[in-house]
């Protein structure tokens, strides 16, 4: 049972990765094969979703200007588009990645963090582990494209993913630094 679940997994993979190339210019982008099979494309605020029902695979464009921080609203847009995928059936895998210039995600929105209520700050804590275990425990096949930086909180999301494809360039850095800024994660 549980070897054909990994099977099943590995092949709707298989599938996944042809549709990633990357250009000369250190980019990790969905072939334009992707763009014009696409039978669905949704756009949230601050996700553009792009869903080619043909081969199921969905691909998540964070534009959450400047720097794709995880702000409690991002979260939450992040925890309803994979719950809806999921829901699909005929949704196989998840592709996410960044429409932001040089970084996938900056981590969680440290404004999110300052000056807040007590209330809030519980509130944006759940969301930030809602969206990990979500994508840690999704049943689809999920691929970060990380074309960018992605310290700390972006790193999360991408270690959450089953597969992890980074641009080659040496400006782009990937780590959990937050201890760095005082910050330690709760316990769960
Ligand atoms: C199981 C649990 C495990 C782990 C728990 C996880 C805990 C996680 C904690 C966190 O994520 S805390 C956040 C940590 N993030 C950072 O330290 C990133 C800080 N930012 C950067 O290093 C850089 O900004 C960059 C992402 C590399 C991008 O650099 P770039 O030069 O391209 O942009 P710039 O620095 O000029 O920033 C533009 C703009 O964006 C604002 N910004 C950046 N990061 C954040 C953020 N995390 N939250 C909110 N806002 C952010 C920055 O202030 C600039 O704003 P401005 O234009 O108004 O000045």
Not at 34 to 57: E, M, Y
Not at 85 to 105: A, N, Y
């Amino acid at each position: 049972m549980a070897l054909r679940a990994a099977l099943r997994k590995s092949c709707a993979l298989t599938g996944l990765f042809c549709q990633l190339s990357s250009s000369r210019h250190g980019r990790v982008c969905a072939s334009p094969v992707l763009v014009a099979q696409q039978r669905n494309s949704s756009t949230a605020q601050n996700i553009k979703l792009d869903f080619d029902q043909s081969t199921g695979v969905a691909v998540m464009h964070m534009q959450c200007p400047p720097v794709n921080a995880l702000s409690l609203e991002f979260l939450t847009e992040i925890c309803i588009t994979v719950e809806k995928l999921e829901m699909d059936k005929s949704c196989r895998g998840l592709i996410i990645t960044s429409s932001q210039p040089k970084v996938f995600s900056a981590g969680l929105d440290l404004l999110e963090m300052y000056e807040t209520s007590t209330e809030h700050r519980g509130e944006f804590w759940r969301a930030v582990q809602e969206m990990w275990l979500k994508l840690y425990s999704s049943k689809l096949v999920t691929i970060a494209a990380i074309n960018g930086s992605s310290p700390a909180g972006g790193c999360l999301m991408a270690m959450t993913c089953d597969y992890r494809i980074m641009a080659d360039n040496p400006r782009y850095g990937i780590g959990l630094n937050e201890t760095q800024l005082g910050m330690v994660a709760p316990f769960w």
